[in-house]
């Protein structure tokens, strides 16, 4: 069976001429597809203006493979919704919609577990079960409009997964929700963040020149950061840094880097000076995230008072920086937590 999410706009043009259609139920499927704020079809009879016959035809060859809601939290403080989602073989993953000002977002995952090993997440504890298709990261878009009623502008692929261990895949879903014809999400508006694949982010500069890039690098030397990053081993600091300056000289674009403040850790004012040093002279961002404890790992938030010094420091020393607000603070809203939580239960 087809999932029919999988397909590009020009894919599903040869099918439809496969099935000896005219061309323009192309841009009907497609567009019955991705309809605003979840009025796309779930199924074959939502497709109103499909011929009954082409409808049962698509019905015995493909699906609409929107991912099943499997639960759902609610935070109270702001209305942040962190789905589990559901796939065709049992695998689930999990989302995070959020709405700011400037819009609806939500935090997609790309794969179902990870295998970057990273210390303090969440999402490695159990593995990589496997990689998701285009069209189940695009569903998790589909399932959330589906289920708030509303358009969704913004996306970053941040939740579980390494986005660049699944380039193939992460490729297509970018230019499936791009599309015009379909969700038509503007490049700009997307944002992915890997852990440091470095070939990979030579190749995205050239693919994607628009798409925000966020490293996750948490640790300003390699003895830390391979300590709390395994992938650190492959590709150590050095190489990761002179990949992101390359990255953005020749995209001019601005590189968000994602450091987890870890009490006692990563968190002096020293730790701050080496940060500056390292990015000197970088079109660069520094989002400090504050730690969601987890579970199963032995590590503490950094305080209010100390993230802030450390942001201050930063600034200083002339490295732009924010500490990201905390959505769904009483929701389990980091990588992964929901998933293990019925991993566990079972
Ligand atoms: N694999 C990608 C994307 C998924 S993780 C990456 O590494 O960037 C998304 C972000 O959340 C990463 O910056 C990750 O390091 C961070 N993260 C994971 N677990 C966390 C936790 N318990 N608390 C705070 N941030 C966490």
């Given amino acids: 069976m087809i999932n029919l999410l999988d397909l590009q706009f020009n894919e599903m043009e040869e099918l439809m001429k496969k099935l000896g259609q005219p061309k323009f139920r192309a ?31 698509l019905a015995e060859i493909s699906v609409i493979g929107l991912p099943r809601i499997l639960k759902v939290q609610e935070s109270k403080l702001d209305g942040t919704r962190k789905y589990l989602f559901g796939l065709s073989d ?3 993953v999990e989302s995070v919609f959020m709405r700011y000002k400037f819009g609806n977002s939500i935090c997609v995952s790309s794969q179902a577990g990870c295998r970057m090993g990273c210390s303090f997440c969440a ?42 261990d699944n380039y193939e895949n992460l490729s297509s879903f970018i230019r499936v929700i791009n599309n015009p014809k379909g969700l038509n999400i503007g490049m700009r508006n997307i944002t992915v963040s890997t852990c ?10 050239e693919d994607f020149p628009q798409v925000n890039l966020a490293i996750s690098l948490h640790a300003s030397d390699n003895q830390r950061r391979s300590s709390l990053m395994p992938v650190n081993r492959k590709y150590p600091l050095d190489e990761l ?9 020749r995209t001019s674009r601005r590189v968000t880097f994602e450091y987890t403040l870890v009490k006692g850790m990563n968190d002096s004012e020293s730790d701050a000076d080496k940060l500056a040093d390292l990015l000197r002279g970088m079109l660069c961002h520094v989002n400090l995230i504050p730690l969601n404890t987890v579970r199963e790992r032995d ?23 924010t500490i990201r607000r905390e959505l769904g ?10 998933r293990r939580s019925i991993m566990t239960e079972k």
């Fill in 329 to 338: 603070d009483d929701i389990d809203a980091a990588c992964g937590q929901l």
């Fill in 299 to 321: 590590f503490e938030t950094t305080g209010k008072a100390v993230a802030q010094k450390f942001r201050e420091r930063l600034e200083s020393r002339g490295i732009p920086a």
């Fill in 123 to 164: 999402s490695t504890l159990g593995g990589l079960a496997r990689s998701l298709t285009a069209g189940e990261i695009a569903g998790q878009i589909l399932s959330a409009e589906r289920d708030t009623g509303e358009r969704i502008s913004h996306v970053v692929v941040m939740g579980s997964g390494e986005p660049f």
């Fill in 196 to 205: 440091g694949i470095v070939p990979m982010i030579e190749r995205f500069g």
């Fill in 27 to 57: 841009v009907q499927v497609f567009g019955w597809l991705y309809k605003e704020a979840g009025k796309g079809a779930a199924d074959f009879d939502d497709m109103k203006n499909i011929p009954a016959e082409l409808r049962h035809k």
């Fill in 241 to 249: 840094i002179s990949a992101c300056r390359r990255y953005s000289d």
């Fill in 90 to 92: 049992g695998n689930a």
